[in-house]
């Protein structure tokens, strides 16, 4: 078994006591592989200008590559901006880094289209991490041109909405935007797998630091006659198998008791799962149908984002589910409603 890099060997990169010490409370004793990886062979604690591009499936430890990036740069004496595309998401990133980090003397800031009293701090550079969208950042970048000045780290959060049709063309000129500055700020970017990620690897001319490992495992496989045969993601090669439920459970070609039995299986064991249905319509009706059949505790804090967003069909549809447990995710839901959605643990989502 792999031997995993202590928080506490990060003292040896010039990090302080203090910074390990609320990282070690609020994460782990423990670096996990892909942010092991960054910190020995891809300079994020050193004063690396060369600009980064992390790609790995959610759960990996991407987002704090980041953050341990941004803290280096405040103990150089330095300034980092980290960008989200959404106002929720800017809220609840502030928020972590003000909790963490505010009894250590930093000054942390947010903007967003309707969160503005921080905005003369950015324009003036009078904060240490500020936390903006990247729609008020693009504007910050034409209407400031100076304000970068003292940046020396530039995070982006969620580089897969580069995907997206109406954010991504606004992403992509942020970014070749920062890139023409005399004096650019060294960019992360972080991402889940891309749709066209050799054509964004070409075009972010950066490092790339890649990986497929889930720290939580996927198991990929087939269930029959309540036997789930499998192989797990991170492994790739043995197959192994596990009794989900008795045969005499489910009536032969059933598939309400098949997905029946198999969703109140990982409910006693408190898995989260997703089931992935064709169509639209068919995650909507059989997330109805689960929720009707099952008792799960109510995914909370979800239903608190949700309910910060702008009121729609999907959102108090989801907001219902919740209270079960249960959501849906189809091209219905809004990318604020979608985001949410994956940054929280639920515990059964239905996909089309």
């Not at 089931?275 to 689960?290: D, G, H, Q, Y």
Request: charged share 25%.
């Amino acid at each position: 078994m792999t031997k995993l890099m202590k928080i506490k060997s990060l003292k040896n990169y010039g990090i302080p006591s203090y910074f390990l010490n609320i990282w070690e409370k609020d994460c782990s004793p423990y670096l996990l592989p892909i942010q092991e990886e960054a910190v020995r062979n891809y300079g994020i604690l050193n004063e690396d200008n060369n600009n980064l591009l992390v790609i790995a499936p959610t759960s990996s430890g991407k987002t704090f590559i980041g953050e341990i990036a941004a803290i280096t740069q405040i103990i150089h004496q330095k300034k980092a901006i980290y960008l989200v595309p959404l106002k929720s998401l800017a809220q609840e990133k502030y928020q972590h880094f003000k909790n963490l980090y505010s009894k250590c003397g930093l000054e942390i800031v947010t903007s967003s289209r309707d969160y503005r009293e921080d905005d003369d701090k950015i324009i003036k550079g009078n904060y240490n991490i500020a936390v903006i969208v990247y729609e008020k950042f693009y504007y910050f970048l034409l209407k400031y041109p100076d304000f970068l000045a003292e940046v020396s780290l530039i995070i982006v959060d969620e580089l897969q909405m580069i995907d997206d049709p109406g954010r991504g063309p606004l992403l992509e000129s942020m970014i070749d935007h920062l890139k023409t500055k005399e004096k650019n700020p060294r960019i992360i970017a972080l991402s889940t797998p891309l749709e066209n990620q050799e054509a964004v690897l070409k075009w972010f001319s950066a490092k790339a630091l890649l990986s497929h490992h889930r720290p939580i495992e996927l198991r990929k496989g087939i269930i029959r006659k309540g036997t789930f045969k499998y192989i797990n993601h991170n492994e790739r090669t043995t197959i192994s198998q596990e009794v989900f439920f008795k045969k005499d459970a489910v009536r032969d070609n059933c598939f309400e008791d098949y997905l029946l039995e198999t969703v109140r299986y990982f409910t006693n064991r408190n898995e989260p799962t997703l089931i992935f249905f064709p169509t639209r319509a068919e995650s909507r009706r059989w997330s109805k149908w689960l929720a009707s059949q099952l008792e799960s505790p109510a995914a909370s804090s979800a239903m608190k984002g949700l309910r910060r967003m702008e009121e729609t069909l999907s959102r108090n549809e989801l907001l219902e589910l919740l209270k079960r447990g249960m959501a849906y995710h189809n091209a219905d839901l809004s990318w604020e409603e979608a985001l949410t959605f994956f940054r929280y643990c639920l515990i059964f989502s239905l996909l089309s």
